[in-house]
């Protein structure tokens, strides 16, 4: 990691949780691709999980208890 990075590490820890997660959406932002082939993937790709779901291949699980069960599994002690 260059020093800049570390530098700007450093400075985001002064930085309130809503202004990390709008720099956050800046940063993924500026580093998305536009690749039509990375569109037409994941496009395949959600339709295979929607076809496997209707198959009865896979199942859903609800956004929140998934977020409850990764909160508790990485909380810090």
């Known amino acids: 990691m260059s020093a ?5 590490i ?3 820890a ?5 202004e990390k997660i709008a720099l956050a959406e800046e ?3 500026s580093a998305c691709i536009d ?5 037409a993937a994941w496009a ?15 199942t859903a699980s609800d956004a929140t208890e998934v ?8 909380s810090r002690p």
């Open 4 to 8: 800049t990075a570390k530098t700007l």
């Open 67 to 74: 977020l409850k069960r990764l909160a508790a599994e990485f």
């Open 35 to 39: 690749d039509a082939a990375w569109e």
């Open 14 to 18: 002064m930085l309130t949780a809503p």
């Open 44 to 58: 395949q790709e959600v339709q295979q999980r929607l076809a496997s779901l209707a198959q009865g291949d896979s």
């Open 10 to 12: 450093e400075q985001l």
């Open 27 to 29: 940063l993924l932002a």
